[in-house]
């Protein structure tokens, strides 16, 4: 039975654990999507592909004059 359920929580909270493994720059926001939304089949593959995607960075230009 406690096996049971570190597999079934391990596979709902995948996308979080993908998310701060991979050092994404808004691992919190999909923890939080994860979380809250996970137990609905839309919230948790929209965090699991947020979590796949890669980081953004941003992006300083220099003007010279």
Known sequence: MDNTLIII??????PSLIAVYRKHQDWLA??????FLGWTIIGWFRAL????TAPRFKV???IEN
Not at 9 to 14: A, R, S, V
Not at 30 to 35: F, G, P, Q, S
């Open 9 to 14: 929580l391990t596979l709902y909270f995948l």
């Open 30 to 35: 999909i923890c939080m999507v994860n979380l």
């Open 49 to 52: 592909f947020w979590s796949g």
């Open 60 to 62: 300083s230009t220099i």
